[in-house]
Nanobody, 123 residues
């Protein structure tokens, strides 16, 4: 089974930026599917962050990240990115790349998860 692998996490000061990337071990695994990002902070439930359609046309964001985060995908490189700007301490979490189980439009039912990458924002 193909895997999703995230890159780009790390430690950043509040107000700074990070760019997360996600690659599939088998590029065809993500071709026709919506992709996205979830996150889980310590002691909290996993939550939706952002989603992008198979063609990159439709995007969705959680209210907490709108205007600060931008999701994109490169269907030549078969990668998905999450540009995170104006980071806040409350953005600290493990970020997971996901692929929808069926849909090409938006992530509604996660079928596959990456292993996660830690993002820590210091105040």
């Amino acid at each position: 089974q193909a895997q999703l692998v995230e890159f780009g996490g790390g430690l950043v000061q509040a107000g700074g930026s990070l760019r997360l990337s996600c690659e599939a071990s088998d590029p065809t695994f993500v071709d026709s599917y919506a992709m996205g990002w979830f996150r889980q902070a310590p002691g909290k439930e996993r939550e939706f962050v952002s989603s992008i359609s198979w063609d990159g046309v439709n995007t969705d964001y959680a209210d907490s990240v709108k205007g600060r985060f931008t999701i994109s995908r490169d269907n030549v490189q078969k990668t998905v990115h999450l540009q995170m700007n104006s980071l806040k301490p409350e953005d600290t979490a493990v970020y997971y790349c996901v692929r929808d189980k069926f849909s090409g439009v938006r992530v509604m039912q996660v079928g596959y998860w990456g292993q996660g990458t830690q993002v820590t924002v210091s105040s």
